[in-house]
């Protein structure tokens, strides 16, 4: 039973089998890839800047941040300014936030019977857009970060409006999502407490809780992340042990026979990449909460991606405190582009998961280019005795309307997916 | 319930960019009440993609997402039947983007006879020559919101809009990116010691930028409502032209100390005379920092 699963960034499909009236697997097939990395082919490193946001239009940012760190990593000691790096962090910060809400507003509340409120998801989104467009111009499709820095400067008057547009979305989690202090928010640790509150949240985890949703979604409880920055840490959790010593080496991709995306393992296996894996990594007292009551099931997908937007706005305010703007925004490269030689790579934690890229310049022209998405990690098509995570997830569901909202917990970006 | 205006956006070779875009016109809400989707690649339709595809659902406005080639798909169904469906059905057609205007970025997939609607870059195409009187190019990667939802409503009071040659309302692309730039003292004066990082300096002489020969209202409507690339000391990458995306996107090519391509209009005797002139006063403000230490 073929089912298209639309309004994901595109669309895929889902190929179901049954047995005995349960799930026994399913098939995942995106259709239309637009080749991107041959699309980069020839092209002078720094145009990969501009091309690459247009991956996709709702992560498209992380693509940039990933792309000028594949590029800085070809070169030996280039230089950047903490003012620079704080400024990239804090922008990719901002898409992070801005997805999130699209997600739990237009996707995830429909889903479980709520009315779609695109004003809920749009007024924060555009707040978070607007910030990332005072460091970069605009968004979507900023290229503002490039190698030795950031385009821009920054005034104090410019910190100011960007504060008032967290506070202004700080504001909105508070009435909207959760209704609690984000401060208390952020210090729960028990989920019990959060479904004793009001708010957009509370009401759809009580909903899961009482539509018997509580067994759904679950999967291999193996995450993975491989972006640092300076809220996140790279590891991976294997039944809540957390080991930090992971490299790209053991990343690995296969060619797909039914699908235009490629599947992505790690030694192998395939792991869960996202808000959920990164909150099992960093030990988010609440999230690690949820998950030791439900396991990585989609109560605990859903609570790790709206935590994860408090933990963003509160971390973003503190990294604007850091910012010495006496720094320089850029520093230029000792050694001119035109004469590099070299690989590089980069992993950035994108709003889906951890994103991957890989270069190879040729006297500053691209040779090759390779990107790896969040998407990939959860979508893999595996086989039936290998299932890949979402695969795994709905596996044994009685209904596809059902695994259709596991699915869909993965936040899947078809477009981020092919490429 | 008031007859709203029935919108069908159509997604083809795409990153869903001007999606987004949308999404961050301010007054959603107001828009949202007269007009409605009948598909949407976010907002949630009465029908799904598979109901458009298959009969004729009642549409007054088609716009267009993305590259198009007749090997692409949506709901199996080929993109160029769906679009032939509805164009006879509508009042107008929205080419969305410089992908579906020009072909854009995706035009380069590698797909047979990827396009825009009606261009292939600069050129001409007949594919859809019977709906050129129908259609109305909006470019740009991506569209800006405004653009769009001012020109939904421009169709909805049957505004008779000027348009250029490529079909784009000169509303907003008879200016050129270069205009409202925070830059141009710097632009108008030849002062051309522009490095990034800093609030100083325009791009247009060593780094790329386009904006003096781009078409579009960034620097005049601001993007977000707060900035723009330029202002923010992001070169103009062109991403409204029939060209884009262009090579070394970031250089600005010179022939002889004079960049390859002019201010629009401006020839290059009349370049030369002007930098002649400008090279000849020095501007103690403008070689200075803005916030002096």
Same mark, same amino acid.
Do not use: C, M
């Given at each position: 039973m073929i089912e298209l699963i639309e309004k994901i960034e595109g669309e895929a499909k889902l190929d179901f089998s049954f047995k005995d009236g349960k799930i026994d697997f399913v098939d995942i097939e995106f259709m239309t890839a637009r080749n991107i990395e041959k699309i980069l082919q020839g092209k002078t490193a720094l145009d990969a800047l501009v091309i690459n946001p247009r991956v996709c239009g709702i992560c498209g940012h992380a693509h940039l941040i990933a792309t000028v760190q594949a590029i800085e990593n070809c070169y030996e000691n280039l230089e950047i300014s903490k003012k620079a790096e704080i400024m990239r962090e804090l922008t990719l910060n901002f898409e992070l936030i801005q997805n999130h809400f699209k997600w739990f507003y237009l996707t995830m509340r429909p889903l479980l019977g709520k009315k779609q409120e695109i004003l809920k998801a749009t007024y924060p989104s555009q707040l978070m857009a607007k910030a990332i467009a005072v460091f970069g111009g605009q968004y979507p499709h900023t290229s503002y970060a490039i190698v030795g820095g950031v385009v821009s400067d920054l005034t104090e008057m410019d910190l100011i409006?960007?504060?008032? !547009?967290?506070?202004?979305?700080?504001?909105?989690?508070?009435?909207n999502v959760v209704k609690a202090d984000v401060e208390e928010f952020s210090a729960c640790d028990k989920v019990d407490n959060i479904l004793n509150t009001s708010g957009d949240l509370p009401d759809i985890l009580r909903e899961i809780k009482n539509k018997e949703y509580l067994q759904h979604g679950k999967s291999y409880d193996r995450f993975i992340a491989f972006g640092e920055n300076s809220y996140f840490t790279k590891g991976k959790?294997?039944?809540?042990i957390v080991t930090q010593n992971i490299s790209i080496d053991y990343v690995k991709e296969q060619e797909n026979l039914n699908s235009l995306a490629k599947n992505v393992t790690y030694k192998y296996k395939y792991y869960e990449?996202?808000?959920?894996?990164?909150a099992m990594i960093n030990k988010i007292p609440l999230v690690k909460d949820a998950h030791r009551r439900y396991g990585d099931n989609i109560f605990s997908r859903i609570i790790a991606r709206v935590c994860e937007i408090e933990q963003l706005l509160n971390h973003s305010k503190k990294l604007i405190q850091e910012l010495d703007l006496s720094e320089p925004s850029y520093i230029e490269p000792a050694i001119n582009i035109e004469n590099l030689t070299a690989k590089g790579q980069s992993a950035v934690e994108a709003a889906r998961g951890s994103l991957i890229h890989k270069i190879e310049?040729?006297?500053?022209?691209?040779?090759? !280019?390779?990107?790896?998405?969040?998407?990939?990690?959860n979508l893999c098509n595996g086989t039936r005795e290998n299932p890949g995570v979402s695969q795994k997830a709905m596996i044994g569901l009685q209904e596809v309307k059902t695994a259709e909202l596991v699915f869909k917990t993965f936040d899947v970006c078809s477009v981020c997916t092919t490429h | 319930m008031k007859n709203k205006v029935r919108v069908l956006w159509l997604s083809s070779i795409a990153c869903n960019g001007n999606t987004h875009s949308f999404l961050n016109y301010p007054y959603l809400e107001q828009f949202l009440n007269d007009f409605e989707f009948i598909h949407h690649p976010v907002i949630d339709s009465e029908y799904t993609l598979k109901d458009i595809v298959s009969t004729n659902i009642a549409c007054d406005i088609l716009i267009i997402e993305g590259s198009i080639s007749d090997e692409?798909?949506?709901a199996d169904v080929k993109v160029v039947d769906t679009i032939k469906r509805y164009s006879k059905i509508v009042k107008k057609i929205v080419t969305l983007g410089t992908c579906a205007t020009f072909g854009g970025i995706f035009r380069e997939s590698g797909y047979k006879d990827t396009t825009g609607l009606h261009f292939v870059k600069e050129e001409k195409i007949d594919k859809f020559k019977n709906l050129v009187d129908k259609t109305i190019s909006l470019s740009g990667c991506p569209v800006h919101p405004e653009v769009l939802v001012n020109t939904l409503y421009a169709i909805k009071k049957s505004v008779d809009l000027q348009l250029d040659d490529f079909l784009r309302p000169k509303d907003y692309f008879a200016y050129t990116v270069h205009n409202g730039c925070t830059r141009n003292e710097y632009f108008e004066y030849k002062v051309d010691k522009h490095q990034f990082g800093e609030l100083e300096g325009c791009m247009f002489y060593d780094h790329g930028c386009q904006a003096p020969f781009t078409h579009g209202s960034c620097n005049k409507i601001l993007w977000n409502e707060v900035n723009s690339k330029t202002r923010a000391g992001l070169p103009c990458m062109g991403c409204t032209e029939p060209s884009f995306p262009k090579n070394n996107l970031y250089g600005t090519k010179k022939n002889m100390g004079i960049p390859q391509e002019l201010p629009l209009g401006v020839g290059k005797r009349t370049y030369l005379t002007l930098a002649g002139i400008t090279k000849a006063f020095k501007i103690d403000r403008l070689e200075k920092k803005l916030f002096d230490d």
């Open positions: 409006k960007v504060n008032h !547009y967290i506070d202004e979305t700080i504001k909105f989690f508070e009435t959790s294997l039944k809540t990449a996202g808000p959920l894996a990164r310049l040729e006297k500053g022209i691209i040779v090759n !280019y390779e990107i790896i998405t969040p998407t990939q990690w | 692409i798909k949506r």
